[in-house]
T-cell receptor, first 114, second 115 residues
Framework: KAGVTQTPRYLIKTRGQQVTLSCSPI?????VSWYQQTPGQGLQFLFE???????NKGNFPGRFSGRQFSNSRSEMNVSTLELGDSALYLC?????????????FGPGTRLTVL | AQTVTQSQPEMSVQEAETVTLSCTYD???????LFWYKQPPSRQMILVIR??????QNATENRFSVNFQKAAKSFSLKISDSQLGDAAMYFC????????????FGKGTHLIIQP
């Protein structure tokens, strides 16, 4: 089976712009979770989608949003980019909900905001 | 809220030796899960080992084992016969919020393997 894929792998944007990141889970997986990784804050949970519904959300402003499609692919959107949004964005998929189970991570999208 | 603390920012071990990475956590939940993830330079997170809190037996996966001390809220990872490929960042994580918080990660321990 192919692993979790994320596109694009690298992005450079300027402040005020918006960006959309994509995540394709492992075939058959219905849950996609998103995490932000920065040197200062470490790994932080953004949100989880399961069967096209947002199941839960971390402590991030409303500028961060996401959605999941019927084929389980997920997109994450960040509007009005700030310098502090520069980070590695990781998505992870699991067969059922993420609760307690193994999550398979993608290689990440490196976002740089100038 | 959950917290996960890794007190060792960096550890170094000789190849073929044994090393233990420390992790403590805090949760008010009775039903929770604990994980160790490895992040090599490629940045892709890989699950090393998983522990269900209600299971008293410590989880093991080949050269990797944990020492789960529930009362002390401690969850250390032991790597036996260290190999060069074990060099990576290791993150301890908990899942105890009924899914509400996703995984809560520690800050990580950078493991260096000396040949």
């Amino acid at each position: 089976k192919a692993g979790v894929t994320q596109t694009p792998r690298y992005l450079i944007k300027t402040r005020g712009q918006q960006v959309t990141l994509s995540c394709s889970p492992i075939s058959g997986h219905r849950s996609v979770s998103w995490y932000q990784q920065t040197p200062g804050q470490g790994l932080q949970f953004l949100f989880e989608y399961f069967s096209e519904t947002q199941r839960n959300k971390g402590n991030f402003p409303g500028r961060f949003s996401g959605r999941q499609f019927s084929n389980s692919r997920s997109e994450m959107n960040v509007s009005t980019l700030e310098l502090g949004d520069s980070a590695l964005y990781l998505c992870a998929s699991s067969f059922g909900t993420s609760r307690g189970g193994e999550q398979f991570f993608g290689p990440g999208t490196r976002l740089t905001v100038l | 809220a959950q917290t996960v603390t890794q007190s060792q920012p960096e550890m170094s071990v000789q190849e073929a030796e044994t090393v233990t990475l420390s992790c403590t956590y805090d949760t008010s939940e009775s039903d929770y899960y604990l994980f160790w993830y490895k992040q090599p330079p490629s940045r892709q997170m890989i699950l090393v080992i998983r522990q269900e809190a209600y299971k008293q037996q410590n989880a093991t996966e080949n050269r990797f084992s944990v020492n789960f001390q529930k009362a002390a809220k401690s969850f250390s990872l032991k790597i036996s016969d260290s190999q060069l490929g074990d060099a990576a960042m290791y993150f301890c994580a908990s899942d105890s919020g009924g899914g509400a918080d996703g995984l809560t990660f520690g800050k990580g321990t950078h493991l260096i393997i000396q040949p």
